[in-house]
């Protein structure tokens, strides 16, 4: 069965961190879930590539996905070569998401940045009915880049109140302890001497307050985005 919104992340954790709200809030609304993680992290420094998938499992489980799969694709060597986007396109033509959410093209570690550009052009790629991957031909409609940590000068397109997600969110992250027991930083988040959970909550109430809320999660679109009632506009101005 497909899904309504996948996120494809370079390595298990990274959609816990950056977008586990809007996708437990999709689950919440009743929309089907599902997370394409490109790597197993063979080659993380701390754990190891079964204890994160049991991590990963338990983390599925609190999101309430529908679907978790692993593309297998080399952690720390990830490229946007021919084999992998044959990977990547039969893993995207198998959830057939009508959204996706991708890392931010611009990441402090090399695989966020080829994971967010081999997914953009897989999505493209999938859709081409001559295209020689497994699967049928399928586009997903809408990418959103998660934009939680990035320090780079750009707005956020919207930001998604995850008031009501972010405990949940929490759990989920804490499901790697592996990974962050102890740290004071991970992936793109720089350290403040803060643990991590500590410094997630503050990230993403700094991200609510955005929009007037407890907790938020930023997310950038190429597109423009469509406003049906400007009458209805939400976010204070004045
Ligand atoms: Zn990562």
């Given at each position: 069965m497909p899904v309504d919104i996948l996120a494809i992340a370079a390595h298990r954790d990274d959609a816990e961190l950056t977008c586990a709200g809007a996708l437990l809030k999709a689950v919440d609304a009743g929309y089907r879930a599902g997370i394409l993680d490109l790597t197993a992290g063979e080659t993380a420094t701390r754990g190891n590539a079964d204890l994160r998938a049991e991590e990963a499992g338990r983390a599925a489980e609190i999101l309430g996905l529908a679907e978790r799969r692993n593309a297998g694709l080399p952690d720390a060597h990830l490229h946007n070569s021919e084999e992998a986007r044959r990977i990547v396109i039969g893993e995207i033509r198998h959830f057939a998401p009508r959204v996706v959410i991708l890392p931010f093209p611009v990441g402090r570690h090399p695989d966020h940045r080829v994971a967010s550009e081999l997914g953009r052009d897989c999505c493209f790629l999938a859709g081409l009915a001559r295209y020689d991957a497994p699967g049928s031909p399928y586009r997903p409609h809408k990418i959103l880049y998660a934009?939680?940590?990035?320090?780079?000068p750009l707005k956020p397109t919207f930001v998604v109140d995850i008031t009501g997600q972010f405990d949940r969110k929490l759990a989920a992250i804490r499901c790697y302890s592996s990974q962050f027991d102890g740290a004071k930083a991970a992936g793109e988040i720089f350290p403040t001497g803060q643990d991590l959970y500590s410094l997630v909550e503050t990230q993403n109430a700094h991200y609510g307050s955005l929009i007037r809320a407890r907790y938020g999660e930023p997310f950038y679109t190429h597109e423009t985005v469509a406003v049906d009632d400007v009458i209805a506009l939400g976010v204070q101005s004045l």
């Open positions: 934009l939680s940590y990035r320090e780079d």
